[in-house]
C-alpha cells in the first residue's frame, strides 16, 4: 500500500517524544474507508481547482473565460488581473478544456488590532432569573452589554451548533447534529414574534421554565419540551396567508440559505418523526436524495417550515446578541454521524472512523471524540463546499472565531471503529488549501480567528498559523516560560472547558475527582501545575479560591498576548470543570449551570476583582 498517497502516516511521536506505530489491521482499515479498493488503487484526484493569492496576476496555461463570482464574465484573458476580486471564480478554457474552480484568497486572517480582554462562558450556564432553565440569547445580550460596562473587549461562548429536534437532547456543544445551524434551545422566548400575544400560555410556560432555574443540574429535555411547545404555537401564530410583514423577513432568509436549509430541515422533520439518528431511519430515508425523503418532504411541509423558521430567529436573536459587544464564536472539529450534516454529507465521511487524540501527559488514555472525518480527497472533489458552508456559518455575527482543535486542517488522528486511542492514526489533510479557504470567509465576516493549538502539535503547525494571522491559543496551565514572554499573537487564559479550574486545582477536588471516577491522572503533572499555580499567586493555603481566581488573572495581565480571557467559572469559584474527558455519565458533562445568576454579577466581588485588573492593564 502506498501510505503517503492516501496521506496515512504510519507512525508519529507523541507528546512524551516516544515513536507509536499503529497495528497493521488499523492502518488497513482505515484506508478501507478511504476507499482504498487494493494495494495498487490511487486516490482520485477529483475536479480541478486552483488557488491563488490577492493581487498576484497569474500567467494561465492557455486562454480562458474568467468568470467572477458575481457574475460578471472577463472574456479571453491570458493572466489573471492583479486586483481580481477575493471569491469563489470560475476559469473556463477556450479550448474546452475542463473548467477549473478558482479561488482568489487574501491568505491572511483578518487581523485582531488591538489589545483586549473578555470574558468567556458556556452559554447553557449563564442563566438569569428569566431564564428557561437554561441560558439564552437573551441573556448573552444581558452578558454584552454588562462586560462593555466593565471595559471588556470580546464574549468567548461555546459552540452554538444544532442538536438533533427530538429528545434526548444532545448536552455536548462539541457532538452537533449540525454546524451549518443552530440550536433552538438557545432562543429567548420573550423575544420571539408572536409571544406576547399567548396571553396564560406563555405566563405557565414561562413559569415552569423558571422553576427548573432552582436546579443546578440542566434538564435540557424538559428545557425543550416547554420551549419547544410555545415556539411551535408562535410559528403558527405569526406564519399565516396575509401575514406579509411577519412572512417577508423569513421568505428573504430561506431563499437567502437555499438547497442547505431545506436539507437540514428536511432532516429534523423527519428525525421528529423516526429519531434523531439517521442510521436508524427506514432504508428508503438514509439518502437525502432518494425519491421517498422527496415525497415525504412534500407531505412535511409545515414542520419543515417550522424548522427553518426556529433557524431565521436564531439568526436574528444572535444578530442581536453581539449588538454591545462583539462574540467569539466557537467552531466544533466535527459532527455526530447520526445527525443533519452527516446525513447530508454521508459520501464524504468516513463513518467507520472515529476522530480522536493519542495519549498524552494530562489524558493518559487519549480520547475518542466518536466524531467521523471527512475523506481529504473526497473533500476536495466535493470544492470543499461542506467546509465553506460550515465556516460561513460559524462566521455569521461573531467578531471572532475559535476553531476547535485547528491541528485537525493539518491532520487529524483516526481511530477504526472498535479501537482505542493506542490503535490510531494521523492522516493528512491539504492545510494550505483549508486556511486559505479559512481566511477568505474571516475576512468576508471582518473576524479574527483564534486557533485552538493544544496537544500534540508540530512545530511548524505554530509557524503557518502565525504566518496566517490566526492568533495561537495559550493556557498558563499547559506553559513552561514566563507569562511576560507569552507570543503577542495569541490568546491567553488560565484554563479552558476540558481543564480544572481555579478553584478546582487550588482545593484539590479536581484531582480528587479524577481518582473517584477512575480517569488514570498524571499525578506528578497534576501536583506541578497546582505548585505552578502556587508560586503564581503567591497566598496562604486557606484562601478562598475567588482570590485566588482574581490574584492569577492579576498576574495573567503581564502577557502580551492580544487577548487575554477569563472564565466566569473562575470568577465565581467554581470548583466543577465544565466536562471531564473521559466519562460519559458518570460526571455531568456540559450541564452545570454557574451559581449566581446574570443579575448578581455586577456586585459579585470575584466579577468585580478580575474586571477590574484585566480593565486596568489591558
Not at 314 to 324: M, N, S, T, V, Y
Not at 337 to 353: E, H, N, R, Y
Not at 438 to 443: G, I, M, N, R, T
Request: aromatic share 8%; glycine share 8%; with cysteine.
Amino acid at each position: 500500500m502506498d501510505w503517503a498517497a492516501w496521506e496515512i502516516d504510519t507512525g508519529y511521536w507523541d507528546a512524551l517524544g516516544t515513536w507509536c506505530e499503529p497495528p497493521q489491521h488499523s492502518l488497513d482499515a482505515i484506508a478501507k474507508a478511504m476507499g482504498a479498493e487494493s494495494d495498487q488503487y490511487q486516490p482520485p484526484s477529483g475536479p480541478p481547482m486552483w488557488f491563488v493569492e490577492a493581487g498576484h496576476g497569474e500567467f494561465l496555461q492557455t486562454p480562458c473565460d474568467l468568470r467572477l463570482e458575481d457574475g460578471t464574465t472577463l472574456n479571453r484573458i491570458e493572466a489573471l488581473p492583479p486586483d481580481a476580486p477575493l471569491g469563489y471564480h470560475e476559469l473556463h478554457p477556450l479550448d474546452g478544456g475542463a473548467m477549473t474552480r478558482l479561488v482568489i484568497s487574501p491568505r491572511r486572517c483578518h487581523p485582531h488590532h488591538e489589545h483586549a480582554w473578555g470574558w468567556s462562558t458556556q452559554l447553557y450556564a449563564t442563566r438569569s432569573r428569566q431564564s428557561w432553565g437554561i441560558g439564552d440569547l437573551g441573556d448573552l445580550a444581558t452578558l454584552g452589554k454588562l462586560a462593555a460596562g466593565q471595559g471588556a473587549g470580546i464574549i468567548a461562548t461555546n459552540p452554538l451548533h444544532a442538536c438533533g429536534p427530538t429528545n434526548p437532547q444532545q448536552a455536548s456543544p462539541y457532538y452537533p447534529s449540525s454546524r451549518r445551524y443552530r440550536n433552538p434551545i438557545y432562543l429567548h422566548i420573550e423575544n420571539v414574534p408572536g409571544a406576547a400575544g399567548l396571553g396564560d400560555i406563555l405566563t405557565t410556560a414561562a413559569k415552569a421554565g423558571q422553576d427548573l432555574n432552582q436546579m443546578r443540574q440542566i434538564d435540557r429535555d424538559q428545557v425543550w419540551a416547554l420551549k419547544r411547545e410555545v415556539l411551535l404555537q408562535c410559528f403558527i401564530d405569526t406564519n399565516v396567508a396575509g401575514n406579509t410583514r411577519n412572512n417577508h423577513g423569513f421568505d428573504l432568509y430561506v431563499a437567502q440559505e437555499g438547497e442547505a436549509l431545506v436539507q437540514y430541515a428536511t432532516y429534523c422533520a423527519i428525525a421528529e418523526i423516526h429519531g434523531n439518528d439517521w442510521r436508524h431511519w427506514p432504508s428508503s430515508l438514509r439518502s437525502p436524495n432518494s425519491e421517498s425523503v422527496t415525497h415525504l418532504y412534500l407531505e412535511l411541509g409545515e414542520s419543515v417550515r417550522f424548522h427553518s423558521w426556529l433557524q431565521w430567529q436564531l439568526d436574528e436573536q444572535l444578530g442581536k446578541a453581539g449588538g454591545e459587544l462583539s462574540i467569539m464564536g466557537d467552531l466544533a472539529i466535527g459532527v455526530d454521524p447520526g445527525g443533519a450534516d452527516a446525513w447530508a454529507w454521508q459520501d464524504l465521511l468516513a463513518l467507520d472512523i472515529n476522530v480522536g487524540a493519542p495519549p498524552d501527559k494530562f489524558n493518559t488514555q487519549g480520547q475518542n471524540w466518536g466524531l467521523p472525518p471527512f475523506i481529504p480527497h473526497k473533500l476536495r472533489a466535493a470544492s470543499y463546499e461542506p467546509f465553506i458552508e460550515t465556516l460561513r456559518s460559524a462566521f455569521r455575527h461573531v467578531g471572532g472565531l475559535r476553531i476547535d482543535h485547528v491541528m485537525g486542517l493539518f491532520r487529524l488522528f483516526w481511530i477504526p471503529s472498535g479501537g482505542d486511542a493506542s490503535q490510531g492514526s494521523f492522516i493528512r489533510y491539504p492545510a494550505s488549501e483549508l486556511l486559505d479557504l479559512v481566511a477568505l470567509e474571516s475576512h468576508r465576516a471582518h473576524a479574527f480567528v483564534v486557533g485552538e493549538d493544544l496537544g500534540t502539535v508540530e512545530d511548524e503547525v505554530r509557524v503557518e498559523l502565525a504566518e496566517r494571522n490566526i492568533l495561537s491559543y495559550r493556557l498558563f496551565w499547559f506553559e513552561t516560560g514566563p507569562i511576560s514572554e507569552y507570543p503577542e499573537q495569541a490568546l491567553t487564559a488560565m484554563t479552558t472547558h476540558d481543564l480544572p479550574t481555579v478553584a478546582g486545582r487550588w482545593t484539590g477536588k479536581d484531582l480528587e475527582t479524577q481518582h473517584e471516577l477512575g480517569l488514570f491522572p498524571n499525578e506528578q503533572g497534576e501536583r506541578d501545575i497546582n505548585h505552578k499555580l502556587a508560586e503564581l499567586v503567591d497566598c496562604p493555603a486557606n484562601t478562598s479560591p475567588i482570590e485566588v481566581a482574581a490574584r492569577a488573572y492579576a498576574a495573567l495581565t503581564c502577557a502580551p498576548s492580544q487577548l487575554v480571557v477569563a472564565t466566569l467559572d473562575d470568577a465565581l469559584g467554581v470548583i466543577e470543570r465544565p466536562n471531564m474527558p473521559g466519562t460519559i455519565d458518570q460526571w455531568p458533562n456540559w450541564s452545570l449551570a454557574l451559581p449566581v445568576p446574570i443579575e448578581d454579577f455586577p456586585q459579585h466581588p470575584g466579577i468585580q476583582a478580575i474586571a477590574e485588573a484585566l480593565h486596568l492593564n489591558r
